[in-house]
């Protein structure tokens, strides 16, 4: 199959792998039907996230079961939704519905794993970890249903973590689509005033379409009028640097929430002193989507939830250098990428 | 009066100083009828927390109020329990109970503040700050009012951060009074297991009364048994230190709290990074303990609530050094001082 490798930081190449084999009773092969760029996946291309050369990148995909291992139910010809972790499903952190932490648990597009950004993957635990798409559901939806992947349910996994309440002001930071969906989320969790703070104006209109109360291209024109004693209830930070942290402390009241799903690659310490001086609760987490795509499924596939605004035309995997480009560039929101299509 | 005079680490000495007078309108004069040594003092005693030559100390008192400005209504001869900081009751902090982030608020024993290691002290904003105790109310029970100051409005702090729930497993780390009596407030919200992890096994028989289901002089011996899936839900650091909360890391399961109610003055940063990868809540907070105070009150009178097994026999002022070797040397837990008493 073609696949994504990593060589080095701005070097990922399309190349020739072996088609991925069921090696266990509980892996299925999964066809790549959509995949996409992760903001996670530019810290690579970046080099500023460690990696091993010669791996294999991306963690996004909806795509169609191919063979089986005798002990899963799912069928091929499934069309299947993949969280962007594997899971037994049967552990105690996945009981908890915290499927990140099982114990057999991986990620796609680490050493020795599949990627999404190739043909195909081979999945274990496949019954756990894959979420079935029903029979006859419209292929325009794909995009959408790749959001569960990843994206979406970081949204919501964002709005958990920072315990958004009605009529609570909020302080998304970061208009990546992490950041443009958690202003949803925020929305959805019926927030008052929701402020997002991003660098890219071109994004804020759609940052206002979802939801978004004010919209601002820096910190200075919105701190100052929280001085004043209108600060946040809660501030999501959605790219895990140490200005982003800096800012939602800035931008949160006493007794507040702080939640992170930005990714903390170079945010390597904080200092607990203001958060014990001022009560602020710290939430960094990463995302469990395997819990969160049963119960945002439904939604999206009702078209009451749709994450697709974030998304640009797809691309084939040949295309995928100039994704990452144009990611890193911030001439494209998210690519999609059609593994099969030439 | 006589009062405390901090000159420098180790030498804390008793002097003259000019009695305290009314200022504001809303001001009154307290004299100390009992005040304790804190273990946030021993960083103090032990050159490990800022402090100005001169500066008067201690924040824990109850007392009888002797003089007041026009604006107040508390009448003097009032006994009356001191949170370890004034507020003034009206601003947004003060209105969600968080009187520690009064912007017109203070700690006793700060430079230009009195402290209460004295024979009296001025109290901003008394009608707010103060919490009268009824008349009538036994003498015999001002220790356990005094504990009203700090440490038991701390330990259900705690309790309060790290939100345990009925059958929660909780790792306390820390057996001073505060952990000690954090024990009790976590029995209290019903915990499961609770393991208390000091280095004083003398302690042990007071946690274990207080309802330790297993206590341990360090953390080797509990946390090989935790490694085999039994990780606690919730941690809480009543230490501070890079050592305590290295312990609460490692004794809590993926998707539980880290609450620290110890002080983290040598403590300077902590990595995202593993709270992050395994979604724990990182709660640290100083204590509003003038919103615990009316809550806990009630039951301390009733003696359904009993914090004094933590306190040592009262010394006199003159008695206050002996009282911080006391406390430096873990010869005593909480030594308690009557300033009037000669």
Known sequence: MKAAVVHAPGDIRIEDRP?????????????????????TDLWIWRGQAPYEAGQSIGH??????????????????????????????????????????????????????????????????????????????????????????????TAYHAVTLARVRPRDHVIIVGDGPVGLLTVQAARRAQAGRISLIGHHPERHALARHYGATDTHTDDQPVLPDMDSGSLADTAIDCVGTASSYRTCLAAVRDGGRIAMVGVPYTLRSISPEPLFNRNITFRPGVTPARTYIPRLLPHVLAGSLDPTGVFDTPVALSGLSTAYHAMATRTGVKPLINPHRT
């Not at 088609?19 to 903001?39: F, M």
């Not at 993957?121 to 559901?137: I, K, S």
């Open 19 to 39: 088609d991925p084999q069921v090696r266990a009773r509980t892996d299925a092969i999964v066809r790549v039907d959509l995949t996409c760029v992760c903001g």
């Open 60 to 153: 996004e995909f909806v795509g169609t079961i191919t063979d089986t291992g005798p002990d899963v139910r799912l069928r091929p010809g499934t069309r299947v939704i993949a969280p962007f972790a594997w899971s037994d499903g049967t552990c105690n952190a996945c009981r908890r519905g915290l499927h990140t932490s099982c114990g057999n648990g991986g990620f796609w597009g680490t050493p020795g794993a599949d990627g999404a950004q190739g043909e195909a993957v081979r999945v274990p635990y496949a019954d756990a970890t894959l979420v079935a798409v029903p029979d006859g559901t419209d292929t325009a939806i794909l995009p959408a249903l790749l959001a569960l992947s990843d994206i979406l349910p």
